[in-house]
């Protein structure tokens, strides 16, 4: 049976929102929601992080954390460092974003269905796009879109709307073609994540600026599991406002 550990990347350095991570929404920092709906589907959780006022509060709720390098470039490479000094045995790690304190624990479960399939390398989510919705929506370069193949596999990642619907007006295309937008959220089997952080940037992935299209341009194979669920993810104060509202309003 395949086994699971989550690991929340969590950085207190940020130039939007420093500090973000021990933000408070209605008297619990962001970290301890986000691990406390982690725990809801998997065993296993831990924080990574490089900064002691974030490893304090997770042990203060209870939680298990592991200090990691200040120079990692990316939370995949925070996930694989954290996941050797876990002293972990699971087979596959989740990469959590430690910024979406009210994650369904349904999208973590669409990510382990994905390894069902022994092909899959790396799991990701996608959700449809509104057929009801704006090109002007669709077309947001910050909202990558996903082109899936009939196994449910990731042929590409763009910021550009793809695919493109030739015979066809572009404020037809949302109606006329379901397209698929990317949830940033990866789970990897643990020895995909070695292989995968030791690879140099690739040329789409500069091209693009997306991590994952440095592990489809290698050959690795990216399952994909569909996800209605909604996400908060807090970049910014004015984001933190937004979620402490919309606590409000499910504790009420």
Same mark, same amino acid.
């Given at each position: &049976? @395949? ?8 950085? *207190? ?14 008297? &619990? ?14 065993? +296993?959780?831990?924080?990574? @992080? ?10 203060? %709720?209870? #939680?298990?954390?592991? &200090?990691?390098?200040? @120079? =990692? ?10 996941? =050797? ?16 304190? %009210? ?7 669409? /990510? ?20 009801? #919705? ?11 879109? $996903? ?7 990731? $042929? *590409? ?7 493109? /619907?030739?015979?066809?007006?572009? +404020? ?6 379901? *397209? ?9 089997? !643990? !020895? ?25 341009? !290698? ?5 994909? #599991? ?6 908060? #993810? ?10 402490? +509202? ?7």
């Amino acid at each position: &049976m @395949t086994t699971f550990i989550g690991i929340i990347p969590a950085r *207190y350095a940020s130039s939007r929102f420093p500090g973000k991570p021990l933000a408070d929404i209605c008297g &619990m920092t962001m970290i301890e929601r986000v691990y406390r709906q982690a725990s809801k589907e998997l065993d +296993e959780v831990v924080v990574a @992080t490089d900064d002691e006022r974030i490893a304090d509060a997770v042990r203060a %709720f209870g #939680g298990n954390v592991v &200090m990691t390098s200040d @120079t =990692h470039r990316s939370g995949t490479d925070r996930c694989c460092e954290a996941y =050797h000094k876990s002293g972990s045995k699971a087979d596959v790690v989740i990469n959590i974003q430690g910024d979406e304190p %009210f994650i369904d624990p349904c999208q973590i479960a669409a /990510l382990k269905q994905c390894f069902d399939s022994d092909s899959t390398d790396i799991a990701t989510l996608v959700r449809p796009f509104d057929r009801n #919705g704006s090109y002007e929506a669709l077309s947001d370069p910050n909202r990558p879109k $996903v082109v899936v193949g009939d196994d449910m596999s990731a $042929v *590409y990642f763009s910021r550009s709307v793809i695919p493109y /619907l030739r015979n066809y007006p572009r +404020e037809e295309w949302p109606s006329r073609a379901q *397209y698929y937008t990317h949830v940033g959220m990866y789970a990897y089997r !643990a !020895a995909v994540l070695d292989r995968i952080t030791s690879l140099p940037q690739s040329t789409l992935e500069i091209a693009e600026s997306l991590e994952q299209l440095r592990w489809l341009q !290698a050959g690795y194979c990216i399952k994909v #599991g569909l996800t209605e669920c909604p996400t908060i #993810g807090i970049d910014t104060p004015e984001d933190l406002c937004h979620a402490i +509202e919309f606590c409000k309003s499910i504790e009420a």
